[in-house]
């Protein structure tokens, strides 16, 4: 069986409803214009599901919908950061300080990064 890899970023949500209220984001999102129209094309994440009518159900669908999107799209640069900060701040000896507590952010810098890649933390 073959990977399936997760949409190209970025995301973003798509902002028409469709006819059971519910919401689409979407990924590799692309347009041009063509002849005097606009047409885009892109690629389908994931739709909320919206099990009745109530417009505060859709409120708060949305707003999962854009905190999920903004983390997605903020991933890369995240993961970034903190390999940098492995990398140039941390200490060659770290795991010998003296400082529990010192010591207990590293390890939990680590299983950060570790989770941010898809591996356990």
């Not at 209220?21 to 214009?33: A, H, K, P, Q, W």
């Not at 009745?52 to 890369?76: M, T």
Request: charged residues 30%; hydrophobic residues 40%.
């Amino acid at each position: 069986m073959s990977a399936i890899n997760p949409t190209s970023r970025p995301w973003q949500v798509k902002h028409d409803l469709d006819l059971e209220g519910r919401t689409t984001l979407i990924g590799n999102v692309d347009g041009e214009l063509i002849d005097g129209t606009t047409h885009h094309s892109f690629d389908f994440v994931c739709r909320t599901i919206d099990e009745d009518d109530d417009s505060q159900s859709r409120s708060i669908a949305i707003a999962n919908a854009d905190y999920i999107v903004r983390v997605v799209n903020a991933h890369d640069a995240l993961v970034d950061a903190i390999e940098a900060i492995n990398r140039d701040a941390r200490p060659c000896n770290w795991d010998d300080d003296d400082d529990p507590a010192q010591v207990a952010a590293w390890k939990k810098l680590d299983a950060a990064l570790a989770r941010a890649k898809g591996g356990a933390a």
